[in-house]
Nanobody
Framework: QVQLVESGGGLVQAGGSLRLSCAASESIFRISSMAWYRQAPGKQRELVAEINTGGITNYADSVKGRFAISRDNAKNTVYLQMNSLKPEDTAVYYC?????????WGQGTQVTVSS
């Protein structure tokens, strides 16, 4: 059974930092590109950052220079370090694993940035 379990969300003031973690099943993690998406109320889910199995990263323009995605292959975990947070970063953040076996989603973790 594939599992993606996110943690690390919470309430933070503007300018603060949070680190999200997503622990994945080993069988999926080692073959998957991993990504973080977010969905704010009334908006579509959008890609925030992604990292492939080779460590190549890609970011949404809105988070470049503030967020950093990384993966620890020994722990089957992907991280999203979020710095200089803004109120517009408020959303539910979802972890995603994508491979030839399909796509999988975590349950989401709420991030709220107060002004």
């Amino acid at each position: 059974q594939v599992q993606l379990v996110e943690s690390g969300g919470g309430l933070v003031q503007a300018g603060g930092s949070l680190r999200l973690s997503c622990a994945a099943s080993e069988s999926i993690f080692r073959i998957s590109s991993m990504a973080w998406y977010r969905q704010a109320p009334g908006k579509q889910r959008e890609l925030v950052a992604e990292i492939n199995t080779g460590g190549i990263t890609n970011y949404a323009d809105s988070v470049k220079g503030r967020f950093a995605i990384s993966r620890d292959n020994a722990k089957n975990t992907v991280y999203l370090q979020m710095n200089s947070l803004k109120p517009e970063d408020t959303a539910v953040y979802y972890c995603n694993a994508a491979s030839y076996m399909g796509g999988y989603w975590g349950q989401g973790t709420q991030v709220t940035v107060s002004s």
